[in-house]
């Protein structure tokens, strides 16, 4: 079975700083998806960036940024010139690429931004 | 457009009582999914439907749990005699299609659920 590991329950960042956010994975699968999804307050689930595993290419969505370590089943997320809108519950997840679409979730790091 | 609604978005129910949540998936979306996220955690798939069929139940706690979808769009996950520990968000999700690419599920906006 697919787990998904976040071992930062909670971190805080100054304004404007570079947080980094980590998420391991384990899996037997050498293709799947790997996401980073962000609950703010109003505990919506919102896609914040994805990376295919067969793309050695690390993805990038304006100030979000990843860290993609096949090898070692390591997928951090790198947030630059935080903003307090930032501020939320991140959650790592892993979805294998064949059949149906189950994602596994890790169990989420809280982001405080401090102004 | 429109996106995932789930009805309704707050639930407050006493112990022993059944609930019917609804989930509207996105038009044209064959897949649904329903999660359940407790308090602090992330979301835990309970189950799975491609079209009309449930193709994956494995998530569900107990029969207590059941799931519809009769005509491949609404959703309805249905709890019996319910029991404190049910009380968590539930939430659905949609995507276009079941297998390949990146097809993205969207998730509503959740149900919460209340077992007093």
């Known amino acids: 079975a697919q787990t998904v590991t976040q071992s930062q329950p909670e971190m805080s960042v100054q304004e404007a700083e570079t947080v980094t956010l980590s998420c391991t994975y384990d899996t037997s699968e050498s293709d799947y998806y790997l996401f980073w999804y962000k609950q703010p307050p109003s505990r919506q689930m919102i896609l914040v960036i994805r990376q295919e595993a067969y793309k050695q290419q690390n993805a990038t969505e304006n100030r979000f940024s990843v860290n993609f370590q096949k090898a070692a089943k390591s997928f951090s997320l790198k947030i630059s010139d935080s903003q307090l809108g930032d501020a939320a519950m991140y959650f790592c997840?892993?979805?294998?690429?064949?059949?149906?679409?189950?994602?596994?979730f890790g169990t989420g790091t809280k982001l405080q931004v401090i102004p | 457009g429109a996106g995932v609604s789930q009805s309704p978005r707050y639930k407050v129910t006493k112990r022993g009582q059944d609930v019917a949540l609804r989930c509207d998936p996105i038009?044209?979306?064959?897949?649904l999914y329903w999660y359940r996220q407790a308090l602090g955690q992330g979301p835990e798939f309970l189950t799975y439907f491609n079209y009309e069929a449930q193709q994956d139940k494995s998530g569900l706690p107990n029969d207590r749990f059941s799931a519809e979808r009769p005509e491949g769009s609404i959703s309805t996950l249905t709890i019996q005699r319910t029991e404190q520990r049910d009380s968590a968000m539930y939430r659905c999700a949609s995507s276009l299609m079941t297998s390949g690419s990146s097809y993205e599920q969207y998730f509503g906006p959740g149900t919460r659920l209340t077992v007093t």
């Open positions: 038009s044209g979306h064959v897949s």
């Open positions: 997840a892993y979805r294998y690429s064949g059949g149906y679409q189950k994602v596994t």
